[in-house]
């Protein structure tokens, strides 16, 4: 599958070539201003079927969900039911104009009242907004949340929020963007937060403290309770990172647990496929102490069910001390609706044996790898584990060619290099969609790359052997984006000349 010329559509373009029929136009012509329009437009020409072949062809060479195992930590494509695309798709809710009236939009508004009701429980807190757009966005908001909650007592010294540096990396950005100081603790020998640094750390300065759970290690912190306890009797607030609450669901409750405030990525726990920057929502649940302060708007019954109306009447609201608006108009409501029909389906019963079997597979991967791998943490992980991709023994292979000779088995890479404190780091999620089988065959495919690396080390550094595109320059990519499909005439470089990644 190396660049055959199909692959290059401006290279199969005729001039005259049309791949469209449209009928006559039944309307006055009318002048678009010139502005708008452009004499010079250099479009490929070609037919109705060499435009289908074409983007066929391009989308079968990417490694993906719908044609590989996928075990990509931390932002794993998890399970995106077809069926919830349908669901976001039915007119009622696709059409449906962000500007109609409240009256005129009660059913999309009973959807979202019933989702944030179902997240509330889920995590055990009792109030919730949909309005973040991303996980981050979520975040800025939880930690805004907390810096209003403090301002509004007058406690305007604490400045300070503690970050363990098992956190995703977005949660010490989240910090600085909010305007607050991040303190990095360190982990103990187990993976879990050091408690003697967090005593230390303890004092009136402190706003509260934004704990990953899972830790990007896919760790569970065993002194989840000390921890909260501890930053509680210092005044500060907690907040959980529950992007990857799909290791947690009915079997953990973060508000019960102690958590003020966190945030959900339904993109990730909840249906919608995510990746390639589409829309995403993050979704923030909160306390009693905190869920005033939640962005608006927020879906809420107006008016209960009475004589005049058998069913609630739902409005938007912006909670009394809310932080504002974080995202126009409700958030991205097609990913409400996704949520919705994930969850509805599932039931409270199917959510937990969602969990309990992706901390079944993760365990089972990492058992079963754990003998020819480096396990840095090797005890039980939640719904992913982490590894180091290098042994002495190999000198000069390092985890991202392993990732790329994974490619050649049809399995699509971990994550690599995160998280950052540890070495070569291969981050492994399998999720709990994957059979017996598949999990198995990644294994045998896994533990032939560590005897690779050792007697053919060659296979592993020239890999991926039959990808379109072998190892791309990231730096070079990222400092020269190319978004036109009609390349540079100098971009096609022969795979010996393109630099390695680092
Ligand atoms: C993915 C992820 C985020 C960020 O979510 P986005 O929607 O990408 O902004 C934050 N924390 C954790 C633990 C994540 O896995």
């Known amino acids: 599958m190396n660049n055959t ?69 931390s932002c794993t494509m998890k399970y995106n039911p077809k069926l919830n695309e349908d669901m976001a798709r039915l007119t009622g809710f696709a059409q449906l104009h962000p500007l109609t009236d409240e009256a005129g939009a009660q059913g999309a508004l009973a959807l979202m009242h019933t989702l944030q009701e179902w997240l509330a429980e889920i995590a055990g807190f009792t109030g919730c907004s949909m309005a973040p757009a991303a996980g981050a966005q979520g975040e800025l908001a939880g930690i805004l949340m907390i810096r209003a909650f403090h301002r509004d007592r007058g406690d305007e010294k604490r400045t300070k929020i503690l970050v363990p540096n098992s956190a995703h990396g977005t949660n010490p950005a989240t910090v600085t963007m909010a305007g607050l100081t991040a303190v990095e603790l360190p982990s103990d020998n187990r993976g879990n937060v050091d408690l003697e640094a967090l005593r230390a750390a303890c004092d009136d300065t402190i706003a509260g403290m934004m704990i990953t759970v899972p830790s990007t290690l896919g760790l569970f912190d065993s002194n989840i309770v000390e921890i909260i306890q501890l930053v509680h009797e210092c005044g500060g607030l907690m907040y959980m ?40 929502c993050g979704a923030v649940g909160a306390n009693d102490r905190l869920k005033d302060y939640l962005p608006g708007p927020i879906s809420a019954i107006v008016e209960p069910a009475g004589e005049k109306n058998p069913a609630p009447l739902y409005g938007l609201v912006t909670p009394v001390r809310s932080i504002g608006r974080l995202k126009a108009f409700q958030g991205n409501f097609g990913m409400h609706v996704r949520a919705y029909a994930y969850i509805a389906a599932y039931g409270g019963e199917g959510l937990r044996d969602v969990s309990k079997y992706a901390v079944l597979n993760a365990n089972y991967v990492r058992a079963s790898l754990n003998d020819v791998y480096t396990v840095p943490y090797d005890r039980y992980c939640a719904h992913e584990f982490v590894m180091e991709g290098h042994w002495k023994d190999a000198p000069g292979i390092h985890a991202l060619d392993i990732a790329k000779r994974l490619m050649d088995y049809n399995f699509h890479p971990p994550t690599n290099y995160f998280p950052l404190i540890v070495p070569e780091a291969l981050l492994i999620e399998p999720t709990e969609t994957e059979d017996k089988a598949t999990l198995d065959a990644f294994i045998e495919v ?55 990644t680092t």
């Open 446 to 500: 896994m533990r032939k790359i560590a005897a690779e690396a050792k007697s053919q080390p060659d296979l592993l550094h020239d890999a991926p052997h039959d990808a379109p595109v072998g190892r791309v320059d990231e730096v070079r990519a990222a400092k020269q984006l190319m978004l036109c499909c009609r390349p540079e005439p100098d971009w096609r470089r022969s795979k010996a000349d393109a630099p390695a």
């Open 5 to 73: 010329p199909e692959s290059l559509i401006y290279e199969i373009s005729v001039p005259g070539r049309v791949g469209v029929n449209l009928p006559d136009c039944d309307v006055p012509k009318a002048r678009l201003p010139a502005e708008l329009t452009r004499d010079e437009l250099d479009l490929p020409e070609v037919s109705e079927l060499q435009v289908v072949r074409h983007f066929v062809n391009l989308s079968q060479k990417n490694m993906a969900i719908d044609r590989n195992f996928y075990p990509l930590g």
């Open 241 to 280: 990172d529950g992007a990857n609450m799909n290791s947690l669901l009915g079997i953990v409750k973060p508000g019960e647990l102690g958590f003020d405030v966190m945030h959900y990525n339904l993109h990730k726990t909840f249906s919608t496929p995510h990746g390639g920057g589409g829309p995403g």
